[in-house]
């Protein structure tokens, strides 16, 4: 059975808004009390929320709380737009939805007190932890940086 997007929200949701660590290793322990297709459907269901994230309107905002020397925005690396999507999906659902129609929602996640990183990890902690082996797993959306070939429409392929 498929984990629907509503179970997914509803998971998501247990954070409370925040992808800290704390909150990513309950979720990961909850999760891995459950049957290991449901660990596999919140993989699935995470990587597709973050793939669809991976847009250049996100990717090139600049970094809401720096600014280079000179006073310039400070671009986003390719690993900090990564965990600024994850603190987006750790927001919940409707901030995910709303950042679609209107990108400057998204710019306070890429802030440096947003850090979402420790969420990439639950469905591998998840996993463990109801088997006992680490999981070499792929999903069908990659969520690394530029791998959303139509949300790059500018990038060079």
């Not at 704390?22 to 269901?45: M, N, T, Y």
């Not at 109801?130 to 969520?143: F, L, M, Y």
Request: glycine letters at 8%; aromatic letters at 14%; a negative charge.
């Amino acid at each position: 059975m498929v984990m629907t997007w509503a179970d997914f929200w509803a998971w998501i949701g247990t954070l409370d808004g925040r992808a800290d660590e704390a909150g990513c290793g309950r979720l990961a322990a909850e999760l891995s009390k459950r049957p290991v297709s449901d660990i596999q459907g919140f993989a699935e269901r995470l990587a597709e929320a973050l793939y669809r994230l991976d847009q250049e309107k996100f990717g090139t905002l600049p970094v809401a709380d720096l600014t280079l020397r000179d006073g310039e925005p400070f671009p986003q690396s390719a690993d900090s737009f990564l965990y600024a999507r994850c603190a987006v999906v750790a927001a919940g659902r409707s901030v995910w939805e709303s950042v679609f129609f209107d990108v400057g929602r998204f710019a306070p996640y890429t802030a440096s007190t947003h850090d979402g990183e420790f969420l990439l990890y639950v469905p591998d902690q998840a996993y463990e932890l109801a088997t006992g082996r680490e999981w070499d797993r792929s999903t069908r959306h990659c969520v690394e940086t530029f791998s959303n070939r139509d949300g790059w429409p500018h990038q060079p392929a």
